[in-house]
């Protein structure tokens, strides 16, 4: 079975973040690794290189490495070069009182199959006794590889991030190398100064030989304590942490007052305009990255150096400039008024979203064929599509002039790309809110946690001690903190700042470098941060049909573009590179046997994630349609930290209440319930061996993610109709997370339509600076 990898969880992919390793030595065989104990599972990983050659030397291709893991670890392995995809791959296992190991190596997020190349041998200290098992390795060809896409290597002269992925289920056959596994239950990152991680020669031709002790590290650490100059801090009035789609329209819309505001965001620049730089080579010379050609979206998922993915949360979630905005597909559906009515979850005050839906529209228009030619492209799966549609009684409208049917209607996808390029808030709000003088943006700036005196905020705690004495960044006497750090993101800011459930704070307190930042118990906040929280469950269904251009999956698309393609869109920000994948969406209502109504959304592109079927089938005419449940759904989960400070779904949100998955069940089998009547049309997963349903209820639970996260920081129950976080005099938060209920849509048009609702009630209430 080669296709069981989960896509839409976050398949490991690396860079930087709060993690970092360092040397230790392991007592069982006298080497000196530097490595990482992950705290949640325990494991440690390891890692020791021979010296670094001299300049215009050659360097040994080879490194010792260890995994030691206790025996609930049925299965782990390490990414030293940090990320899933065309990176060297170790994965061990005990079988028995041995250890079974291979190199292996993935081009897509499906099982890694055998890698050529490297040559494994295992270390005298190898074992497994009662409570662990413990793989140590020498690894020949490993520090530099080569993979479809080129020549690959551990930056051993500098610092990077490695990675690691673990499973409690056992692989199918454990005495064979090449067995085949499901995919990680947990992965992680940690970062790790490479340039120090080397020994003498003398030390590492022992240790390689199996020997142990010896001479132990040439390399020493001289940590020279400069006295650097005091630091001085400029306090600001209100300190937005995020730059997403919140964080953008709060940021503009107080800077408008002539506040004096400053934006933080964790990550780098996305598009050209803000910095970025990160763009095919096709493109050379025309200023456009990977986040401002629409048509590349699909790459941000077969990427082998997926910078802009959050490396401390464990589903997609952008960490650069722009937020998800600057990696989603840009779908952009105006809310309809159920999306902020009280049968929702808002507060009746929020009922009229009308004026700021407005407000919204005038920056950040949508359009639903958005080449600048005005032509649509690769619209086969709509045609195909729409027959079907109508066969069941829908009808088509231009969905953004109708934001309120949302019943047996379909249209072409809408998407606020404007001049044929990403547009979204970053080329809108943060434009002009950049133009103003007393705004201030800073990007590669982490923020810990709040800093405050029971209810008072004070300012935030960052990692940049440049910033300010300890990092830390002071708010004018009357200065607030808005958070929009996404709906992981805000949590572990609360939970960081004494502000939460206990359990989440307590995990905190035991960590040793965040917790001495905690205010004392007497005044943690205990506030429902975290419940609640849900996400469109969504299922592919995948056919073919003749006339359909599956685009070759998009896989072309970064390296060897279609040429008359690229061609059209460097000349003129036209054709197919001028839209995203999908081409069409629908809605459908459903009444659930609970007398609940559950709205049901659909999605069509060509391409698919993954196929599973037992026939032969043309891949050339695959495409996709996604169906997700959402306005009415009733499941929820949780969201909170791990030991690692790991930002990750405790509960899975999907299908906790059965009659969800009843009515999406019921509305897969209506999607294809008149398939013979569209000629050529085949369902090819499933195919004709499995129903809906069971394929439903063995669908990976992961792949049941849609992005769409909402609720962490429920309006009403974590913060006040003002967005304010209870029992806080100036703290907030508007994202994602204050979002009561599942939107009709793809969200992102409905948290910027609440983030211009949430800036106007900030700047209303009194008390402010
Ligand atoms: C792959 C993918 C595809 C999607 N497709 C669509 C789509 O087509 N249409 C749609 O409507 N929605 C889509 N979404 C969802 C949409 O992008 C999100 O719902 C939306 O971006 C959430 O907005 P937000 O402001 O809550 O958070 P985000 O946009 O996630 O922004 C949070 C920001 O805060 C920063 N941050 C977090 N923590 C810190 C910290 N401690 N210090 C400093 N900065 C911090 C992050 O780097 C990030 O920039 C998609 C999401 C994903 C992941
Ligand atoms: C098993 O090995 C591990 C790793 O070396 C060690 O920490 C542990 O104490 C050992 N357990 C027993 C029961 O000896
Ligand atoms: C910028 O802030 C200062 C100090 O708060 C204020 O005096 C000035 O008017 C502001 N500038 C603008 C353009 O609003
Ligand atoms: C690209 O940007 C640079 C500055 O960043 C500018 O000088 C140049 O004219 C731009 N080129 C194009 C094709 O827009
Ligand atoms: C702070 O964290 C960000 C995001 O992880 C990182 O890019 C940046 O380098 C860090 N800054 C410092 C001074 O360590
Ligand atoms: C979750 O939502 C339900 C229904 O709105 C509510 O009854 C419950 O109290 C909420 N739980 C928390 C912890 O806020
Ligand atoms: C597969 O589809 C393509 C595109 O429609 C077509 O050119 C090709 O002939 C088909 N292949 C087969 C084997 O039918
Ligand atoms: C199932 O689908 C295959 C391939 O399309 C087809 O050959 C077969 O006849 C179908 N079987 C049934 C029972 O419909």
Redesign the pocket.
């Known amino acids: 079975m080669l296709l069981r990898l989960a896509l839409s969880l976050l398949p490991f992919v690396g860079s930087a973040l709060s993690q970092t390793g360092g040397p230790y030595t392991d007592p069982d065989n006298g080497i000196t690794f530097w490595g990482y104990t992950d705290p949640v599972h325990q494991v440690t990983y390891g890692y020791v290189f021979p010296p670094l050659a001299a300049a215009g030397g050659t360097q040994p291709n080879e490194f010792i490495g260890e995994i030691v893991a206790p025996i609930a670890t049925k299965w782990a392995g390490v990414s030293p070069g940090g990320s899933m995809l065309q990176n060297l791959l170790l994965v061990a296992w005990p079988n028995g009182n041995s250890i079974v190991r291979s190199a292996r190596i993935a081009t897509d997020y499906v099982q890694p199959t055998a890698m050529s190349g490297p040559v494994l041998t295992d270390l005298p200290s190898t074992k497994v006794n009662s409570t662990h098992w413990k793989w140590v390795y020498r690894c020949v060809n490993c520090v530099s590889w080569s993979t479809p896409g080129g020549t690959r290597s551990i930056p051993i002269d500098g610092s990077g991030v490695a990675a690691w992925a673990w499973s409690s289920v056992a692989v199918d056959s454990p005495s064979n190398p090449q067995s085949t596994f499901l995919e990680h239950n947990d992965f992680g990152f940690f970062g790790l100064d490479w340039s120090t991680a080397h020994v003498s020669q003398a030390a590492y031709d022992i240790w390689k030989n199996g020997g142990t002790g010896g001479p132990t590290t040439t390399t020493t650490t001289t940590t020279t304590t400069t006295t650097q100059p005091p630091v001085t801090a400029t306090p600001y009035d209100y300190i937005v942490?995020?730059?997403?789609?919140?964080?953008l329209v709060v940021a503009d819309r107080l800077s408008e007052t002539g506040k004096k505001v400053l934006l933080?965001?964790?990550?780098g620049p996305s598009t050209w305009e803000t910095g970025g730089r990160y763009g095919p080579t096709w493109a050379n010379g025309h200023n456009l990255t990977k986040f401002d050609v629409p048509g590349l979206f699909e790459s941000?998922f077969n990427d082998g150096n997926p910078f802009w993915w959050?490396k401390d949360i464990n589903v997609?979630?952008?960490?650069?400039?722009?937020?998800?905005?600057s990696?989603?597909?840009?779908?952009?559906?105006l809310p309809p008024y159920s999306d902020f009515a009280p049968t929702t979850g808002w507060p009746v005050s929020w009922g009229n979203h009308a004026p700021y839906t407005a407000k919204l529209k005038a920056r950040l228009p949508s359009t639903d064929a958005p080449s600048t030619d005005g032509k649509r492209y690769l619209e086969q799966t709509f045609d195909v599509a729409a027959t079907l549609l109508k066969g069941q009684g829908y009808r088509q409208i231009t969905i953004n002039d109708n934001p309120d049917s949302k019943d047996h209607v379909f249209g072409y996808s809408a998407y606020n790309f404007v001049g044929g390029k990403r547009t979204g808030p970053v080329a809108t709000y943060l434009r002009t809110a950049k133009a103003r003088k007393n705004f201030t943006f800073k990007n590669y700036?982490?923020?810990?946690n709040v800093v405050r005196k029971g209810a008072q905020i004070t300012g935030v705690k960052t990692n940049d001690t440049s910033l300010g004495p300890d990092g830390v960044i002071p708010l004018t006497p009357k200065g607030r903190v808005v958070l929009?750090?996404?709906?992981f993101?805000s949590p572990?800011?609360l939970f960081r700042s004494g502000i939460g459930p206990t359990d989440m704070i307590n995990i905190v307190k035991n960590d040793a470098a965040a917790g001495p930042n905690l205010p004392p118990q007497a005044e943690w906040i205990n506030l429902p941060v975290g419940y609640n929280v849900s996400d469109n469950p969504s299922i592919n269904l995948v056919f073919t049909h003749p006339s359909v251009d599956a685009y070759d999956n998009w896989a072309p698309i970064w390296t060897n573009p279609r040429p008359a393609d690229s061609a059209q869109y460097l000349k003129s920000s036209a054709g197919v590179f001028a839209q995203?994948s999908p081409r069409l969406n629908f809605w459908r209502a459903y009444s659930g046997s609970d007398g609940k109504t559950r709205w049901l959304q659909g999605t069509v592109r060509p391409g698919a994630a993954s196929v599973t079927t037992s026939y032969p089938y043309n891949a050339s005419n695959i495409f996709t349609i996604t169906a997700y449940l959402s306005t009415g759904i009733t499941s929820r989960g949780r969201i909170g930290i791990d030991a690692a400070m790991t930002a990750r779904a405790l509960v899975a949100p999907w299908f906790t209440d059965p009659i969800d998955k009843a009515v999406l069940i019921q509305g897969l089998n209506d999607i294809v319930s008149n398939i013979k009547s569209v000629p050529g049309l085949t369902l090819i997963t499933p195919d004709n061996t499995t129903t809906i349903a069971n394929y439903v209820n063995n669908y990976d639970p992961g792949s049941l993610n849609s992005?769409?996260?909402v609720g962490s920081n429920t309006i009403g129950r974590v913060v006040d109709e003002n967005t304010k976080v209870f029992n806080t005099n100036n703290l907030f938060v508007v994202?994602?997370?204050i979002i009561p209920q599942m939107p009709m849509?793809?969200?992102?048009?409905t948290?910027m339509s609440a983030a211009e609702q949430g800036v106007a009630r900030i700047l209303a209430l009194p008390g402010g600076p």
């Not at 997609?316 to 905005?325: R, V």
């Not at 849509?745 to 048009?749: D, F, K, L, R, V």
């Open positions: 942490v995020g730059s997403g789609a919140g964080g933080l965001e964790r990550g941000m959050c997609f979630a952008g960490c650069l400039t722009g937020g998800g905005t990696i989603n597909g840009a779908l952009y559906f700036v982490y923020v810990l929009s750090a996404g709906s993101g572990r800011i995203a992005n769409h996260w994202d994602a997370s849509s793809n969200p992102h048009a948290i």
